[in-house]
């Protein structure tokens, strides 16, 4: 079975500083991976995923994320943060079974000081 | 439509009351999930469709949650005698042939008074 762990539920940055969320998985197939951001009353917006193609993947928004199967992570990042990237993120990974689930970890909730 | 649409946005309900909420997926995209969002449980999964076969509802966490799916496009999720703990933000994400390609909904946010 898959699972996902997100360190740290809460993330404080300056804006203008990097922004970095860790994301932990583990697989016992190679996995696909995806980051999510939900903004207040919303639901959930595809970042960007990783599908076995090239290790590092660029989403939107300007974040992104390198896939490090040494590692066993997925870590999100964005070289400078704006005040309208507060919000909450998730990783996620696809199971391997007939319904391909997602399986998310915790979330981080990314708070942006002016 | 362009995207999954939840209705009813907001839902409050008295305890052991019926609700129904509602998912209409992305046109085309065979798969359905419905996934709950809760304070200090993360997101669950609940049920998944896949065309006209039968559901998998391994994480639905009682017999008073149901879901069908119509004619392989709307889902209704029913929750029966609703208590407190069913409280929670109810999400519904569809995808279509491309295995990644998942889309959610904005949610359903119920409300158990």
């Known amino acids: 079975a898959q699972s996902v762990t997100q360190l740290g539920s809460h993330v404080s940055v300056s804006e203008g500083a990097l922004v970095l969320l860790r994301c932990n998985y583990s697989s016992s197939v190679p996995p696909y991976l995806f980051w999510y951001v939900q903004y207040p009353n919303q639901g959930l917006q595809l970042l960007l995923k990783?599908?076995?193609?090239?290790?590092l993947v660029k989403g939107i928004n300007g974040f992104e994320a390198e896939f490090k199967k040494s590692e066993t992570s997925f870590h999100l990042t964005k070289p400078s943060a704006h005040m309208s990237d507060a919000a909450e993120y998730f990783c996620?990974?696809?199971?391997?079974?007939?319904?391909?689930?997602?399986?998310f970890g915790g979330g981080t909730r990314l708070m942006v000081k002016p | 439509g362009a995207g999954v649409s939840q209705s009813p946005s907001n839902k409050v309900t008295e305890k052991g009351k019926d609700v129904e909420l509602r998912c209409d997926p992305i046109?085309?995209?065979?798969?359905l999930y419905w996934y709950r969002q809760s304070l200090g449980q993360g997101l669950e999964f609940l049920i998944y469709f896949q065309g006209n076969s039968a559901p998998d509802k391994s994480g639905l966490p009682s017999d008073r949650f149901s879901a069908e799916r119509t004619g392989g496009s709307v889902s209704t999720l029913t929750i029966q005698r609703t208590q407190q703990e069913d409280s929670a933000v109810y999400l519904c994400?569809?995808?279509?042939?491309?295995?990644?390609?998942?889309?959610f909904g904005s949610g359903t946010r119920l409300t158990v008074v």
């Open positions: 996620a990974v696809r199971g391997n079974n007939a319904g391909n689930m997602l399986t």
């Open positions: 046109s085309g995209h065979t798969a």
């Open positions: 990783y599908t076995s193609a090239a290790t």
């Open positions: 994400a569809s995808r279509g042939q491309d295995n990644y390609g998942y889309t």
